[in-house]
């Protein structure tokens, strides 16, 4: 048994708290290209977007530059009430895999939406209110994405109709009680509520929807409501990155705490937020000279980075956001039905695409039935039910550790637990 030398978790004081945003763009020596328009394939500026996000939100997309960007307060007082999260040390893990590596995790799924997404929830919301918007829309697939903005909406003020796909909605209804619950109007779709929905329903009566398609409906929501609402989006996109540097930002604080610098940094990756966000100061360190491995963990049912091209695509299966460079599958690409719902995304963030073809980040991707033994052993040992998305980040620090036995290295690995599993239990009995 190892001596206990750190305690079981660290967290931050409110005054050690980050107080500004990471920007890892204006680290980077080649920006990632900016987002094009599908016909003119120009990229697009302030004004082409403004009828889709709020202002201060493009603001924050365009800037390349900016390094640290200030937390207003509102939203600094409202991340304390669920942050700091807690940087945890493993030493239950570590001991059942018998492993001479120190284990750490940064633990998200402190707060009702289960994940880290209210980490950006919060900001776009307050943003959304500081304009005067009476309104904003979004989709959700499995659910976490339209919980966090339920709530961030029930405390800035603002209404929230959120499209959720129709399957979703039918398998996970409580997940549509507790947005209801937030005050948050939950619409499966597609729907008969916008046109895009309505020939959708026509053209395919009885389909349960999809991600690419609830998108679509919120988009058209938005424009359509004469300027008085927005469409919000809860990953891939820079401004989301910004936001989930908080994640990243903690964690170093916290290592630092307890004199420690990782070997390697984990996240799993879906649209690339919680993967974006915790190796954000990482990645400055890296281009600084600093030897650390960041690793990006997708399901072999959908490996946009390490199966997909590097191309302009478009984010939606209905075709009609604008283009961005990314690692992508294609955007009719349809994943085979599993269980990491946060993780079935044809695309992934321009961002950590780039990083990917510059070679500062790995990537792996493995499978459910791998992922889903690591979620039982990390529950068991660990305490916290994991979700699945999460699952395939402690999968691969299983790996890792593993590998640590193997060759005697106490390599220090620090993964993101970016939420928990409470309303995935299918995923985990399809799975025993
Ligand atoms: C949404 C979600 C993910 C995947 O999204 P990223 O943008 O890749 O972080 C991962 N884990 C959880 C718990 C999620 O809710």
Not at 15 to 26: A, D, L
Not at 268 to 275: D, K, V, Y
Request: with cysteine.
């Amino acid at each position: 048994m190892k001596t206990r030398t750190v305690p079981n978790r660290t967290y931050l004081t409110e005054k050690e708290m980050p107080e500004k945003w990471f920007n890892v763009r204006s680290a980077m020596k080649v920006k990632p290209e900016p987002m094009i328009h599908p016909g003119t394939k120009q990229p697009l500026g302030f004004k082409d977007i403004q009828p889709i996000f709020c202002d201060e939100v493009i603001r924050q997309e365009l800037d390349n530059d900016t390094p640290y960007v200030d937390i207003p307060d509102e939203v600094l007082r409202y991340y304390r009430m669920f942050r700091p999260s807690p940087l945890c040390r493993a030493y239950e893990l570590e001991a059942a895999l018998d492993t001479p590596a120190k284990i750490y995790y940064k633990f998200e799924g402190n707060n009702t939406s289960g994940s880290h997404k209210l980490n950006s929830a919060a900001p776009q919301a307050y943003y959304a209110k500081k304009q005067g918007l009476k309104s904003i829309t979004t989709e959700t697939g499995a659910g976490q994405w339209g919980t966090a903005l339920s709530m961030a909406c029930a405390h800035f003020g603002l209404d929230l109709t959120v499209f959720m796909v129709k399957v979703s909605s039918e398998q996970k209804p409580y997940r549509k009680a507790v947005m209801e619950t937030y005050g948050a109007n939950v619409i499966a779709s597609p729907s008969a509520t916008t046109d895009i929905g309505k020939k959708l329903l026509a053209d395919f009566p009885g389909t349960g929807g999809s991600l690419g398609c609830a998108i679509s409906e919120a988009i058209e929501a938005a424009v359509k409501s004469g300027g008085s609402s927005r469409y919000t989006l809860g990953s891939v996109l820079n401004h989301v990155l910004l936001h989930q540097s908080v994640i990243g930002l903690e964690s170093k604080a916290a290592l630092e705490k307890l004199g420690e610098y990782p070997d390697i940094v984990i996240g799993c990756a879906g649209g690339g937020s919680n993967f974006g966000g915790i190796i954000a100061p990482f990645v400055k360190d890296k281009l600084d000279g600093k030897k650390v491995k960041l690793l990006a963990v997708e399901p072999a049912n959908c490996p946009s980075l390490t199966k997909g091209k590097f191309e302009f695509d478009f984010g939606d299966t209905g075709k009609i956001t604008p283009m961005m460079k990314m690692y992508t599958l294609g955007s009719e690409f349809i994943p085979p039905p599993d269980h990491a719902g946060g993780l079935r995304y044809h695309g992934m963030s321009p961002i950590i695409s780039k990083l990917y073809e510059d070679k500062l980040i790995d990537a792996i991707a493995v499978p459910e039935q791998d992922v889903f033994k690591s979620a039982r052993l990390f529950a068991k040992t660990e305490t916290i039910l994991p979700a699945p998305e999460s699952a395939h980040a402690i999968h691969a620090a299983v790996l890792e550790a593993q590998n640590c036995k193997k060759t005697g290295e106490a390599k220090t690995i620090v993964f993101c637990l970016s939420g928990t599993g409470y309303f995935d239990l299918a995923a985990y009995v399809k799975n025993a």
